[in-house]
């Protein structure tokens, strides 16, 4: 599966921003879906993810309450809509998809990522 990360771009704290991460192929909704993020100089570091059904969410405790996953199975899509943005939420967002059980890591697929710059 191919993935393609959209919607980053540069916002102030408090604001709102929609990622979206379209993927190609008939077997979407055979994948879990994650996103990730990876600020300068850190490690990548896992934000959310959703189940194959979209049944089930997953979050990192930083974003808990403030970012929700949802997916659109009919349109190979899965969304981050991130709201009360900090500065520290700044870094470059990847979408993966996992065809595997785990939420948290082994995904298979990766998609460019897309950069959230979040000024204070």
């Known amino acids: 599966v191919q993935l393609q990360a959209s919607g980053g771009g540069l916002v102030q704290a408090g604001g709102s921003l929609r990622l979206s991460c379209a993927a190609s192929?008939?077997?979407?909704?055979?994948?879990?879906m994650g996103w990730f993020r990876q600020a300068p100089g850190k490690e990548r570091e896992f934000v959310a993810a959703i189940s194959k059904s979209g049944g089930s969410t997953y979050y990192a405790d930083s974003v808990r309450g403030r970012f929700t996953i949802s997916r659109d199975n009919a349109k190979n899509t899965v969304y981050l809509q991130m709201n009360s943005l900090k500065p520290e939420d700044t870094a470059v967002y990847y979408c993966?998809?996992?065809?595997?059980?785990?939420?948290?890591?082994?995904?298979?697929?990766w998609g460019q990522g897309t950069l959230v710059t979040v000024s204070s």
């Open positions: 192929g008939r077997t979407f909704s055979t994948y879990i």
């Open positions: 993966a998809a996992n065809s595997g059980t785990s939420y948290y890591r082994w995904y298979d697929y």
